[in-house]
């Protein structure tokens, strides 16, 4: 029995079936921010409808409100003063708990439904989206607005989609007959129940509080779960509009809202306490390695799909178009301002340089022809401000002021004004050098726009340092420059081995550090980086369970 | 480009994802030994093909042999004498990642031809086969033949089956083309290799060497890992022949035979080193809820697919059919004494009796009624002997022994004669009486065939307990005898909450221990007694992993 809001979005789910099943380029939410698209008055409404929400209460009609909290603080300088509701741990999860028969008996239709009405309902408000990304992100509002709106929004299409695929191949009822030979055959009716684990907790992070949310969060509802969603304190609000727009689509179809409810806290404990809370089976996590290692030691009793650092890795060992090459890192380098867990963070280059068309490039030379790249690129103002954005944490303004140390300074970092948000944190990226051997420097994360051109013997050095990288430190993105048919293949073997995905000689448009939904796997979860990737069959169909009953007929 | 071996089994291939996708009844591999079937002289050939392996070295050309072990003990009391190669751990694992760039190279066709070629062997030494785990494990021929042949062989099809499912649902390349306006399409070629997660390690159990060994065995290996062969130290054989086997095809397709490897070891140490080797990251387990609870805690680098005990239970509120229910039971308590994962040992009775056509039984008479039907069902000793078979291990004898002081005797165990095998240790079922407060008396498991008529206060109260037992004992089977809608309705829920497979009403030739392949899903890794179920999506999608590259066209 279909559910109506399953066939009103049918022909969007069957696109994103056929999408999943070809990976060539597809979305339906469109990434540019056009009047055409959203409506003539949709920048306006969206800037108005997100004003409405600063300066004072996010109200959600969850259980066990205890308190009120403003955690958030804007990259920009922005003062918000938007606060949430804080809730009882227990309260949360004893109402999450309490959906669960009804949320199972609406059936994989129904759920995957809801999720593809939510889904809409997000994307018409992507404007309002744009502007809580960039102020709690720090993320510049072209960026805000496509990774914060349809990109995201694709990727929880994607989850949906293949929880949908997942769930479609258990079919609702069968009937089982058996042959006795000269005897009536046995028959047996059987029905197959999809059933989701229990409560699932998605912990988002502070730079990509939807694009990194709403995977575990929609696989999670659609296959069955209820969803504790625990932003980032200082990226709540694009989370709060998200589960605001979900209970709404829940409640106006007679389901209990609290399927999906918002977690505030500044204190870790609270997390902790909910992460090992037995009746929790599902965490989603997306931030550093401490606190993963913790999830996967003393969470145990759950399921947990991690996204945490690594040391993303690009080397260059020769090109037929240096310029093309110089302009794209310099792009990847600068975009909001290096804090993506795929921005590069060592770039590899042989000791004796790179062969271009326009002949052989020392190291030395490789590495200031980088400098003066970024450097060109940023020296538009506008161009400079659009592009970092904002940095997002304070941690990460300490390590750029201390990065420096770590090596040859190739170009230092500077602080840029923002005359539209002049307490913003601003800065450029800044590029080191240093040999290969000096691991402590470059072999660790430096999030943000800290970055290493590392000189290693030759081209077999390097990748095999590179496959090192990505088994011990784990890597997102793996990228390289050759046009020798032989490295690449070096390459592509080590990167099949390492587990990472590889970018090979991009210097147009497409950058490493990006992407695409429907087409680009995003992580792999077979390196120390993440353990699962967006949003293959390994990171839904784990979140369900079957079960069965039969009878003689 | 497909692979000889693939197109050579495609046919079955592509039955067997229609009958996963109805879950009607459906097995390429037929349960009647009949010389029709199997040939005119597969019986004979088969028993003289098991005979040759007896006495004498079972030889696998592995690596790293230190020495010869033959630790095998027949429950049927016969002296098999063959023995096994002991390899050293680390050359094991060392042979097995160096096989993995060409197992994975040889692609999901490649690796599922391979699966199903070998298949089509085993099931044609299904004879062989029987006589190997009848006289290891203590099963009855029959059984033997049915369960650790073509059953069996169905899990391990129906393995190969999701994993292709999922494997192919990843298109090895694609053509992303992105439109950018009036400006030229940004346009990329892509290619998704899927890369199996490393070295697995399959721990087989004393009771079921193929049926539990196949499934984590054969889905490991389609997606792309090489795989070491744990048996447990009692039954070997039937192990050691099914990697023969595979090495066997491997070999003749020009692929390094160490994809797969025997490890035989009596010393529990050498499995806990296997299992927590940093190169194994998959471990299939079946056995008991200590070593279980021991790899949960230890082998933290693999993910785990763990199948351990439970306390399976049945509750009688009522029947139109006594006698049906009570020759289904005594049929179900007999087989194999009791010693499957899947054997009631709790049956929930109302103090007040359960209404039958001949009116309401009490309680002690369900109870009386039970063990009068146990006994008639032995009383021919032919029938006795094949359907109990003999007793696997001294664990389980000596669980018999002790039983009796745990309620109240409604049948006592007996020792049978077995004419053909006088060394047998065959034993009939003790069926106890108690009451539902006695917890530490049945609630435990008591593997082997040793259950328990338990008094519950009424319907209601027994419902709720059956939940409470799945929830914190587990359990891989439910049964319920009702002819009330409500208490059918109340149970189905419960079952749903708790995450049991439900029987109802049992009265014919289908019973509550006994699951089909391609229909019923075995286990729901949903409750304690195991944290998957054969051979679901969950089961099989985090064995994989795909790396994609991506370049410019």
């Known amino acids: 029995m279909a559910h109506p809001l399953f066939d009103k979005h049918k022909p969007t789910l069957d696109a994103a079936l056929g999408a999943l099943r070809t990976r060539g380029f597809w979305s339906p939410y469109l990434e540019i921010p056009s009047p055409k698209v959203y409506g003539e008055t949709a920048a306006a409404d969206g800037k108005a409808a997100f004003d409405a929400w600063l300066g004072k209460r996010f ?17 920009f300088g922005v003062e918000l003063g938007v606060s949430y509701p804080v809730c009882d741990a227990q309260a949360l999860i004893d109402a999450a708990t309490a959906t669960m028969p009804a949320w199972r008996k609406l059936g994989p239709e129904g759920r995957v439904g809801v999720c593809l009405e939510v889904l809409a309902r997000i994307n018409a408000r992507s404007f309002e989206m744009s502007h809580a990304v960039m102020l709690t992100t720090g993320q510049g509002w072209v960026m805000a607005f496509q990774a914060g709106g349809p990109h995201a929004q694709d990727r929880a299409l994607e989850a949906v989609t293949t929880a949908w695929r997942e769930m479609a191949e258990v079919p609702p009822e069968a009937t089982w007959e058996k042959p006795q030979g000269k005897n009536p055959p046995l028959v047996m009716r059987k029905q197959f129940e999809i059933v989701g684990r229990g409560v699932a907790l998605v912990i988002g992070c502070g730079t990509f509080p939807t694009w990194n949310t709403y995977p575990g969060l929609f696989a999670a509802l659609a296959t069955g779960n209820p969803v504790i969603v625990k932003p980032h304190p200082n990226a709540i609000l694009p989370a709060a509009i998200s589960v605001k727009i979900i209970r709404e689509v829940l409640a106006e179809n007679g389901i209990d809202p609290n399927v999906v409810t918002l977690a505030v806290s500044e204190d870790p404990a609270v997390t902790q306490r909910l992460a090992t809370h037995p009746a929790v089976t599902t965490i989603d996590f997306t931030g550093s390695n401490a606190f993963g290692q913790w999830l996967m030691d003393n969470a145990r009793q759950a399921t947990l799909y991690a ?34 867990c795929t921005t590069t963070q060592a770039i590899l280059v042989p000791a004796a340089g790179i062969s271009t068309p326009e002949g052989q490039v020392p190291f030395d030379q490789v590495a200031a022809d980088l400098g003066a790249a970024i450097d060109k690129f940023l020296s538009d103002p506008a161009t400079a401000l659009g592009v970092l954005g904002a940095v997002q944490s304070e941690a990460t303004l300490r390590r750029i002021e201390s990065a420096p140390s770590l090596g040859k300074v190739v170009l230092a970092s500077r602080a840029l004004e923002n005359p539209e948000f002049p307490k913003a944190n601003v800065r450029t990226p800044l590029l080191l050098s240093c040999d290969a051997a000096d691991e402590a420097a470059w072999m660790e994360e430096r999030f943000g726009p800290i970055s290493f051109v590392v000189k290693v013997a030759d081209a077999a050095a390097g990748v095999k340092l590179a496959e090192r990288v990505v088994r011990e430190k784990g890597a997102i993105t793996l990228g390289l420059y050759s046009t020798n048919a032989d490295v690449v293949d070096d390459m592509t073997e080590a990167s099949l081995r390492a587990g990472v995905a590889l970018s090979l000689n991009l210097t147009s448009g497409v950058f490493v550090n990006q992407s695409a939904g429907f087409s680009d796997y995003h992580a792999t979860g077979a390196n120390p980086a993440a353990n699962a990737s967006y949003t293959d069959a390994a990171f839904i169909a784990n979140r369900f ?9």
Request: no cysteine; net charge neutral; hydrophobic share 40%.
């Open 59 to 75: 109200e959600l009609d969850q259980p066990g409100i205890t308190g009120w909290a403003a955690p958030e603080r804007s990259p």
């Open 545 to 553: 369970r079957v079960v069965q009953r039969r009878w003689h007929v």
């Open 307 to 340: 996204e945490m650092a690594g040391v993303n890795t690009v080397m260059i060992e020769s090109t037929d178009n240096y310029k093309g090459l110089l302009r794209n890192m310099a792009f990847t380098l600068s975009l909001y301002s290096g804090q993506m």
